[in-house]
């Protein structure tokens, strides 16, 4: 969320509420927003994902660092982020979406908008 915020404050410095953004600037900020949080959570879920498809039986993996350090000496930090361009098609538009929809939704619940 504070990713959000500040990219809609850098998009629109003299708003003072949050109804004087454009919605083209909410869906931009709300894209943008994805994509940062996908950049920095996807090596983390392509562990989670290696550690959850481990055997039970002969485990590959001791733990996160364990499956961390396994991976990355297999094959360098590209590891971390195969299928990172799929997963960016998709959160643009569902985190423009998700934020549109939060902004459109605060505007009816409030009545009286809020300063920054």
């Known amino acids: 969320m504070m990713s959000y915020d500040r990219l809609l404050r850098w998009f629109n410095p003299a708003a003072r509420t949050r109804r004087d953004h454009k919605r083209i600037n909410v869906l931009a900020s709300g894209a943008i927003a994805g994509y ?3 950049f920095a959570v996807f090596p983390i879920d392509v562990v989670k994902s290696r550690i959850q498809s481990d055997s039970f039986t002969a485990p590959k993996y001791q733990g996160m660092l364990d499956c ?3 991976s990355f000496q297999e094959g360098g930090y590209r590891v971390f982020y195969k ?3 799929i997963c960016l098609l998709r959160a643009g538009p569902v985190n423009a979406g998700n934020f549109f929809f939060y902004e459109e939704t605060m505007k009816l619940v409030t009545p009286n908008p ?3």
Do not use: D, Q, S, V
């Open 83 to 85: 299928g990172f361009a």
């Open 114 to 116: 809020t300063k920054y």
């Open 36 to 38: 940062l949080y996908w």
């Open 68 to 70: 961390f350090r396994k």
